[in-house]
């Protein structure tokens, strides 16, 4: 399958920074990437849509100004978490899809943030 | 809206035993339905997919789906586990907007 990666896996910054998550489609253009968050045992909850050179599409009740998404080009997606507190601290997933209509996901590794 | 709903959290069985993990779902449309498994601190790996044709579909790792449209379900089935399949798993449905929604996970131990 396709590769996508995500830098950084662990990251720890303190209260009041910002920090930058990217994700990077590897071997193919994603023309949609998705943002994840989980919180520990419980499952992934979409944060927003991404596609590229447009602005991305939030979910009800994520701060578009704190969790700032920029999908620059086809094979990269930032997520920019800013001014963080520490319930910000959680895992961060990134998804990337290719092609124009449905088409499977693939995931990165994820980045756990720690805000301290 | 689309939804899934997984209704075991947490499941437990032998080593060499049969597993079958449920899933069901709400989408208006035909619904594209996926199983993904998740290992501790780490993303997402596809173990199999339905997008359309045969209902039965084989995943990786011996792992194969059953997508019934008259239950709403696509449960998750392996005939016999083995202790590295011991993981959170999640069934997620896609549709033709884009967009994943994503169970909320059945944790699966496996005893010696």
């Known amino acids: ?116 | 809206a689309q939804s899934v709903t997984q209704p075991d959290i947490h499941i437990t069985v032998s080593e060499g035993a049969s597993l079958e993990l449920r899933c069901n779902y709400s989408y208006g449309a035909t619904p594209y339905l996926f199983w993904y498994v998740q290992s501790p601190g780490q993303g997402l790996q596809l173990l199999l997919k339905y997008f359309s044709g045969d209902t039965l579909v084989q995943g990786i790792k011996g792992f194969e789906a059953e997508f019934k449209r008259s239950q709403s379900s696509f449960n998750l089935r392996k005939p016999s586990v083995h202790w590295s399949d011991a993981a959170e798993y999640f069934c997620a449905v896609g549709g033709n907007n884009n967009d994943m929604r994503f169970g909320a996970g059945t944790r699966l131990t496996v005893k010696p």
């Open chain 1, 1 to 116: 399958g396709a590769v996508v990666s995500q830098h950084p896996s662990r990251v720890i910054c303190k209260s009041g920074t910002s920090v930058k998550i990217e994700c990077r489609s590897l071997d193919f253009q994603a023309t949609t990437m998705f943002w994840y968050r989980q919180f520990p045992k419980q499952s992934l909850m979409l944060m927003a849509t991404s596609n590229e050179g447009s602005k991305a599409t939030y979910e009800q009740g994520v701060e578009k100004d704190k969790f700032l998404i920029n999908h620059a080009s086809l094979t990269l997606s930032t997520l920019t978490v800013t001014s963080a507190h520490p319930e910000d601290s959680s895992f961060y997933i990134c998804s990337a899809r290719g092609g124009r209509g449905l088409t499977e996901a693939f995931f990165g590794q994820g980045t756990r943030l720690t805000v301290v």
